[in-house]
Structure formats: C-alpha cells, structure tokens
C-alpha cells in the first residue's frame, strides 16, 4: 500500500469517508492556506477564520470538485477570495491609512493580486508539495535538504559537513540521491513534470 | 558528452553552482543537447526553488485541528438525513409488521385464556379452581377462567360467556370451562365445554368468524353449533339427551354423526346408534292465566313507580327474551308421550322488566359484573346494552329485569353524556308518558342528601310475570318450543316507552355489548 497518494486519490477517498485522506489533506495545504492570507495582509486571528472558511468550503464541494488534480489551484483561488472578502470586512472597521495591505514580495496591494491572482501561485502550490515530500523523506536525508535549502542561514557545505558529521565530499552524492528519492515522492504526490 | 558523462549529481552540482568552470561548460554543452537532462533540470530548478523562497507559515495546531475536525463534523451530519428514511423506513417496516401480526394473531382462537361471569345465581353454586381440587361457593358476579369447574347443586344458575352465550345450568349440572380462548381483539376464539352431568341450556351466541368453534362435550356426545341454542342433558354416563330448540347443531358420538334440526330431540347413547325422539311441536300460546305462578315479592328497592306496560316491541331477529335464558323455555304437555324429554325441572323463575335510573356509584374496570347505581346493585352482562360512557358520577337509566332476591339484570343503560350548565337532557321527555319522579341532578360536590335510585315498575297487566319456567313434565309431556315473540310472554314497558327512551340507537362501548341477531 503506498504511502503517499495525490489530489485526485485523497479526494476519492474523502469522498467515501475515509477521515484519513482528509487528515492528509488538510497537513498537505495548510501552509498554503494559511500563509495566503497572512500574505494579504490578515492578522494570525483572521487568517484563521479564513483558514476555516476554506477548509469548510472544501468539505462541502468534496463531492462538486470536477478536476480534483487541480485542488491546490482551487484552494488557492478559494482562499485569495476568502481573505479579500475578509479584508473588506477589516477595511471597513479600520482607518483608511491601514486599510490597504500590500504583498511584501510584490509590494504591489494585497487587494489587487486578491482579486485576480498571484503571479507566484504555481510556486506556491509546488512549495506546498515539496514540503510535505521533505517531511516524508525523514531521516538524513530531510535534513540534510533543509540545511541545504530552508535553513535561512545558509550554511557552507563544511559547516553541513561538521554538523552532519558528513565527509565533505559525500554531501553532494547524498544530496543528489536525497533529490532522487523526493522526486519520486512528488511524483506520487502527482506533482507535473516530476 | 553521453549521458553518461552528466549525472544527477552534476546537476545539482551546477544547480549550486558547484563546479568549476571546464565542468561547468561541458555539462552546459550537454544538457544543450540532452532532452532528459533538460527535464531533469527544470524539475531541480523548480523544487530548489520552490524550497529555498518557502516561506510560508505553519498554523497553529488547533486551527489544523479544528479544519481536521470539520471532515468528521460534516460527515456525521450529512449522513444524519440518510437515517431519517432509515428510521422512517424502519418504523413503517415494523408498523407493517405489528400490523400483520395483530392480523395474524387475531385469527388465532387460542391466544388468550377468556372469562365467564355468574350473571344470575338463584340457588347453590360452586366453582372448582383448576389446579385446587376444591369446591367452593360462588357467588354472583364471580369470574370463571379456563380450566375451572362449576356445579349447581339446587336452584338455577346463568353463566355468561366472554362472546355472550349464555348458559342456564340447572341443578344437579355440572361443567368444565375446558378451553376458554380468543384471538387478539375476540374476532375469533374456542370455546370447549365438558359438561359431565346435569342439564344445560346453551343459548350460543353467532360465531363470529368461520374461525370461532364453540363446542359442548357430553360423556357420549360432542355437540358444535354455530349461534344456535340446545339443550344437553346427562341423564348417565352412557346416555345424553339433546334438544335443539334453535338453529341446528352437529352430533357427534363414538359411532354416529349427524345434523340435528330445530325442535329435533335425540338420545345419544354412549356405545349404540344415535335416537331420535319425536320432534317438539310448538302449541296455541297460553293463556297469560294458564301458568300458575305466584306474584313477585316487592323488590328491595327505594322507590318504585308503577307505569304503564305493555308488551315489548320484538326487535328484528331476536328473541324477545333472549336476554333471559329461561324465560323461553316454556313447555305444555303434549299429546306425544315422551318419557325421556324434560327440560329445566326448575322451580318457576319471575321476573319483570323495570325502568332505573340513578347515579353510578362504582362499576368493574371491564364493565362486566356488579355496578352500584344509587346505592342499587345492577348486574351488568354481556348482553346489557350500554350507551355512552360510564364514570362514576354519571348519570344513567336503563332498564333491567327484576328478580325476586336477584340484582337487577341490566338489559340496557343509557348513561348521560355531561353538559357543564345546561339542564339534563333527560329532563324531558322522560321515559314514555307515564309520570315519573323529577329526574336527578348530576352528582356535584355540595353535600347533601345521597340521592337513591329511581325505579320504576311497570305494574303487570296481569300478575303474569315476564317469564315463567313451566313446573317439571309428568313423563307424558312432550315439550313443545313457544312462538318466541308471543307478547304476553313479555309483559313489560310500552313500545312507545322503548322507543322513547333510545329514540336513536347508539353504537354500544365496547362493540359486542350490544345485542347480536340470532338466528
């Protein structure tokens, strides 16, 4: 029985009332959701009622979603909806000088990119993804990637080294079959072009 | 360059940008030229990526708990409507179910041990409990269940039967209630009675089903009728005598089987062909001083008010006196010498038909069996007809026989429906037109003096009482069966009375008090 299941398989499964499959949904986007509308400018408080807005929404269209591979598009469509909805509700209780959010990325109006989308949501459904395969990857392997491309302090491969307690020259062969393994996970989790 | 040349590893390496300038230039010129390394590329480049600007934010755990939660939530509740036409399914299911099964067990005779009640004692009478071995004295009104054993030791007994047969027990009868039974609601039943001496008169009320069996064993008979109305008489162990005074009934002895008639009369020996005696034949009806009987003792009673009597109007299909078991069976000599035929070598049993009214005091929970109406005992049958409904402090009147030394036997009581602030609707008109006392307030809770029964008597036209049981036949009558609607056997209240006093007939509580068409 496989581990890892895509979109489309959680989906189906939910569908039968599998509380699993949903579980595993809900781990797998999470970060998505909930830091879309941070991004836009919600505070922690809203960015949870959002987060539960979407999440109840996704419950009630389980069974509506025609394209269940495309559910990271839909989640993020739904939840830019959400929190721009959110935000007019926010907007409308505070002064106008702080009532206007901007995506610290693109410093463009959260409002804006609310409303017609984010030139950044492919990257953020592949994150989501990515995410959720480093943390099935486990071991050494988990976090020799982390050290090597979420740590914000971006270590050298020596001071991985001495922290892995790695040789120098391995960590590359064992980046490159960590790599390898999450590929293979991804392509599992149904991400294109894996 | 192969592909061999490039591994994974080196582009990774290029990705990070991990290799000098010779190695650099030659995975270039080979991924230029290689199309899965080109893929194997961009997906490196779009998860390293992906990873390194991640930088979204985990949620705190009880929002992830509480969007987990959600699923389980929805779910119960969108399975909740699928148990509702579960339910619903269920509980139609299992009314159709009661339903069937009520119906089925309805048309089983056997499910239910009945009753009988002493509806009339004029003498001795003891009961056998099943099981005791005992015979004790019984009174009026008393309950005999399956299994149990009666015997009249002098005087005349009437046992009322569940379904509304009526049996007239003589002296020197005895009887077992050897299957007592109903099916759910009484639609159908059994009824086996082992009568082992003595004679008996069965006025067998229609069956109601072709489901209902009323049976009478004698010691070498077995009679089963279907509403008639017979008379067994044990004159040994090995001799039954049968007379069928109404309807028809199947004879059954060790050897012989066969159909009586009305007014056919046969001996049923115990181990020779069945005997069939001369047949009954009916004479000119008596004059009403033909028939020597004593006038009634005055009724224990408060008040008795004289009206008017005359005859009762038949009604359709009944026997005017059926209510009174004895009272038709009276017998003349006759020209054929019949040694073996007697019939109720009782003593002259009278009785007249009395207009009451009172208030009810107390009554059985099943109806059946001893009221107190005023402070009077009335006897309530299963041929007492009963309009309305009784409570204790209704008003009623009815109308009853009276026997000397008996309860009145209620043949009918009407009670009065309450009607806060209105008058009595029976203020007017009151029984027929003769004059009778004020009628009764309902009770009310003021105190004050109790109020007595009303009864009125209807005087006799003649001293002739409404029934009258022919003194024992020299062994040279014959008896002969009476024109059953002859009116001087019936004196009692006006036609015009009757009517008058249930001007429309009402259904009766419960159903099958109400009086049945006989055949």
């Known amino acids: 029985m496989p581990t890892e299941y895509n979109d489309t398989q959680l989906i189906t499964a939910c569908r039968k009332g599998q509380d699993w499959a949903w579980d595993m949904l809900v781990e797998r986007y999470k970060r998505l959701v909930y830091s879309i509308a941070l991004r836009a400018g919600l505070d922690q408080e809203d960015a949870a009622d959002v987060f539960q807005t979407v999440f109840t929404l996704l419950v009630e269209n389980l069974s509506n979603l025609h394209a269940p591979q495309g559910l990271a598009a839909w989640l993020i469509t739904t939840t830019r909806r959400t929190s721009w909805n959110m935000l007019r509700k926010r907007n409308r209780e505070l002064p106008q000088s702080l009532a206007n959010p901007q995506d610290a990325e693109s410093g463009q109006p959260a409002e804006k990119w609310l409303l017609h989308g984010h030139p950044d949501e492919g990257r953020w459904a592949d994150q989501a993804l990515v995410r959720e395969a480093l943390e099935r990857l486990g071991g050494r392997c988990k976090e020799l990637l982390w050290l090597l491309y979420y740590d914000p302090a971006e270590l050298s491969y020596e001071q991985i080294s001495r922290r892995m307690k790695l040789p120098l020259g391995s960590i590359g062969p064992t980046r490159a079959r960590c790599l390898q393994k999450m590929r293979k996970i991804l392509q599992a989790m149904g991400m294109d072009g894996a | ?519």
């Open chain 2, 1 to 519: 360059m192969s592909r061999h040349e490039v591994h994974f590893t080196n582009l990774v390496d290029w990705l990070d940008n991990r290799l000098d300038a010779e190695t650099r230039r030659r995975v270039e010129t080979h991924v230029a030229s290689c199309p899965t390394c080109q893929r194997d590329l961009a997906w490196l480049q779009r998860v390293v990526q992906a990873a390194r600007s991640d930088d979204m934010v985990e949620p705190p755990r009880e929002v992830v708990a509480r969007a987990k939660a959600l699923y389980r939530v929805k779910r119960a509740a969108a399975h909740a409507p699928l148990r509702v036409p579960r339910l619903a399914f269920a509980l139609a299911l299992t009314l159709v179910l009661l339903i069937s099964a009520a119906v089925y067990l309805s048309q089983v005779p056997t499910l239910f041990t009945r009753e009988a009640t002493l509806a009339m004692v004029e003498g001795s009478v003891q009961v056998q409990r099943l099981g005791t071995g005992e015979w004790q004295a019984a009174g009026l009104g008393e309950a005999l269940h399956e299994g149990d054993g009666i015997r009249v030791e002098d005087g005349t007994v009437t046992l009322a039967l569940f379904e509304g047969s009526l049996l007239g027990m003589q002296a020197g009868s005895e009887l077992t209630l050897s299957t007592m039974r109903s099916g759910l609601f009484g639609a159908t039943y059994s009824i086996a009675l082992q009568q082992t001496s003595g004679e008996i008169d069965y006025n067998v009320a229609p069956l109601r089903s072709s489901l209902c069996r009323f049976e009478a064993y004698a010691p070498t008979v077995r009679v089963a009728v279907r509403g008639t109305r017979f008379v067994i008489a044990v004159q040994s162990q090995e001799q039954t005598q049968v007379t069928v005074l109404q309807g028809s009934v199947e004879v059954a002895s060790a050897i012989t089987k066969t159909v009586l008639a009305e007014r056919e009369v046969a001996i049923v020996p115990a181990n020779a062909p069945l005997v069939h005696l001369p047949t009954l034949t009916p004479l000119p009806t008596p004059e009403p001083t033909a028939t020597p009987s004593p006038t009634p003792p005055p009724m224990p009673m408060p008040s008795v008010t004289p009206i008017p009597v005359h005859p009762l109007p038949p009604q359709e299909g009944k026997h005017p006196t059926a209510t009174l078991p004895f009272a038709t069976a009276q017998r003349t000599p006759s020209h054929t010498p019949s040694p073996t035929v007697s019939l109720f070598p009782t003593p002259t049993l009278q009785a007249e038909r009395v207009l009451f009214r009172g208030t009810i005091e107390r009554f059985p929970r099943n109806l059946l069996g001893l009221w107190t109406i005023s402070e009077q005992t009335v006897l309530v049958t299963p041929r007492t007809q009963i309009t309305g409904t009784p409570e204790v402090g209704r008003h009623v009147r009815g109308i009853a026989l009276a026997i000397a030394g008996q309860p009145l036997l209620a043949l009918r009581i009407e009670i009065e429906e309450p009607r806060p602030a209105t008058p009595s609707s029976w203020s007017t008109p009151d029984f027929g037109t003769h004059p009778t006392p004020t009628p009764q307030p309902m009770r009310s809770t003021t105190p004050g003096p109790r109020q007595s029964p009303i009864i009125t008597r209807p005087p006799m036209r003649t001293p002739q009482p409404i029934a009258t049981l022919p003194p024992r036949r020299t062994p040279h009558q014959t008896p002969t069966p009476q024109p059953s609607a002859s009116p001087e056997a019936t004196p009692t209240a006006s036609a015009e009375e009757w009517a008058e006093a249930s001007p429309t007939p009402e259904p009766t509580t419960p159903a099958n008090f109400g009086p049945r068409p006989r055949r």
